[in-house]
């Protein structure tokens, strides 16, 4: 019976130090963007120049065309803000790294702009961002249009809410 067991743990033991490279690999820039990049190394001036005028057009054109999205920090901060609550595969949309550890977003904080009750007559929070939020345990808190809600992180991917000075709740993301 325990060598049933070997066989498994051994290959466990054997792949986490890969999925740890794997978590730990950079991405690799689009080539169109490192096209641009690989252009300083050109000694000469007219032709580094021509260089960039050529790879700046060719990714300025991937841009208009949507095959190129350049995100700063605050945009892809925000975009997080937006997904918070969702439950979405690990993704290295965002790049990947102890950066997108720094800027996970852990809590939100929004006004409620409505309210609505669901089937089991649970209340539902739609946020000023436009976010869904449905209550899924506990007394009601009597929120009301206007009210701050703040919406932090739990135990085992639940969502915790304080609306005001009021205990919380616990919520759950509804798709829009």
């Avoid at 991405?27 to 050529?54: E, G, N, T």
């Avoid at 790049?95 to 609505?116: H, N, T, W």
């Avoid at 205990?167 to 509804?174: E, F, H, I, K, S």
Wanted: charged share 30%; with cysteine; aromatic share 6%.
């Amino acid at each position: 019976m325990r060598s049933v067991w070997i066989v498994p743990i051994a290959a466990l033991a054997l792949a986490t130090p890969a999925l740890a490279k794997d978590k730990d690999a950079k991405i690799a820039p689009p080539p169109v963007y490192q096209a641009v990049v690989d252009c300083r190394d050109i000694a000469d001036s007219a032709q580094r120049l021509a260089c960039f005028d050529r790879t700046v057009g060719v990714m300025a054109s991937a841009t208009a065309e949507k095959d190129l999205v350049v995100l700063d920090r605050a945009t892809m901060r925000e975009t997080r803000k937006g997904l918070f609550g969702f439950n979405l595969p690990k993704l290295k949309l965002f790049g990947g790294g102890s950066e997108d550890e720094r800027d996970e977003v852990k809590e939100i904080e929004a006004g409620i702009a409505g309210l609505g009750s669901a089937s089991d007559g649970y209340p539902i929070f739609v946020l000023d961002d436009g976010g869904r939020w449905k209550q899924t345990e506990g007394r009601n808190i009597y929120a009301k249009v206007g009210d701050r809600i703040k919406i932090k992180r739990a135990l085992l991917g639940s969502y915790m809410a304080m609306v005001g000075k009021k205990a919380g709740v616990r919520v759950m993301r509804l798709s829009n």
